[in-house]
């Protein structure tokens, strides 16, 4: 197994010699977070973040991510040279021979909470959602009352860009996908690196806004569009198991066996009502999703990508980035090691 940590480079208040620190780490899951999207990366600063990196005793294993452009999402005109901005900064990706891109395609957020610091009965905190909550935010403010968007949009803009959906459904944002599949995944075949598409987070739509990568259909759809071995996922547990109706081991070992998973996210929901959740610690027997088969169905398809501990609650009474502790992350990326010399043990 390939065990990453994220790393939110030199702005991130967890030191490169704390996750140094953690059993089994190799590699780090980082980005260059002062590109404005749209704009290609250069490969002098994706260098020195690797060096950064390097220096500590570590890897720089996945990018994730590089933003796509809303127009490209919107396929608006000026997505051809923004594409083309996109294929530049895998190019260098591939030059300095970081092999996967962690990316997504969803409209306006990436991510959605509704809740970053929900008390659990432990005492530790979690991220949260409930779309009855989500339903009360008042759009008219920008995003100023959205948790963790709060300066992102203000409210012109924001209606702008959902004013700019209205004309895009889900069909039509599959086709926007595939066209800049169609363009980026042959430079990065040619770049040796794996394309990996995230899944929506949460996996249904929010604001009226199309989402499509949300089942085990959709990720086979996805890596139909462009049916190269580069086209693939990360298969992320916590976004896809807050859908009840999404049999995670059945779906890890169908895209497993289609060797189409370049990239494990491992965390666990607890699923408390319709398009309601709240994160919990890594373990099976904390949340919904059970770990162990994930685990195994990946193992028996001979899966060697990067795989991360993905959000951790707060606990011990650390503060930072929610969901993005060094505590609890640690603790998960002990169990996943555990799980899985056990489950390399059996055979
Ligand atoms: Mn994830």
Request: with cysteine; charged share 25%; net charge negative.
């Amino acid at each position: 197994m390939y065990l990453t940590f994220r790393w939110f480079g030199a702005a991130d208040p967890i030191p490169l010699a704390h996750i140094r620190q953690i059993p089994g780490i190799r590699g780090v899951v980082s980005a260059l977070y002062d590109v404005p999207v749209g704009a290609p990366w250069s490969r002098e600063q994706l260098e020195r973040l690797g060096r950064d990196i390097d220096a500590a005793g570590l890897t720089l294993a996945v990018v994730e991510s590089i933003p796509v452009h809303e127009d490209i999402k919107l396929g608006r005109p000026t997505r051809d040279r923004l594409i083309a901005n996109y294929c530049e900064s895998v190019r260098a990706m591939g030059e300095l021979g970081i092999p996967v891109l962690c990316y997504n395609f969803m409209p306006v957020f990436d991510w959605m909470r509704t809740e970053l610091a929900m008390p659990l009965a432990d005492g530790s905190t979690a991220l949260a959602y409930d779309d009855r909550a989500l339903r009360a935010v008042n759009l008219a403010h920008g995003t100023s009352d959205l948790p963790g968007w709060a300066a992102t949009y203000g409210p012109g803009e924001l209606q702008a860009l959902l004013a700019a959906y209205r004309d895009v459904d889900t069909e039509r944002l599959w086709d926007h996908l595939a066209y800049f599949l169609e363009r980026v995944v042959p430079v990065a075949e040619e770049a040796r690196v794996r394309m990996a598409i995230h899944p929506d987070d949460p996996p249904w739509s929010i604001f009226g806004l199309p989402r499509i990568i949300c089942r085990g259909p959709d990720l086979e759809r996805l890596v139909g569009l462009v049916d190269r071995p580069a086209n693939g996922v990360t298969f992320c547990t916590g976004s896809l198991g807050a859908r009840p109706d999404n049999d995670l081991p059945a779906m890890a070992r169908r895209l497993g066996e289609m060797g189409r998973i370049h990239f494990a996210h491992c965390r666990n929901v607890r699923i408390t009502g319709e398009h309601q959740f709240h994160e919990t610690p890594h373990p099976s027997a904390c949340g919904g999703v059970d770990l162990r088969e994930v685990l195994r169905a990946l193992h028996d398809t001979g899966f060697t990508g990067p795989m991360r501990p993905d959000h951790g609650r707060m606990i011990w009474g650390e503060r930072g980035r929610p969901g993005y502790g060094l505590y609890d992350r640690a603790l998960g990326a002990m169990y996943l090691q555990g799980l899985w010399e056990g489950i390399s043990n059996d055979q």
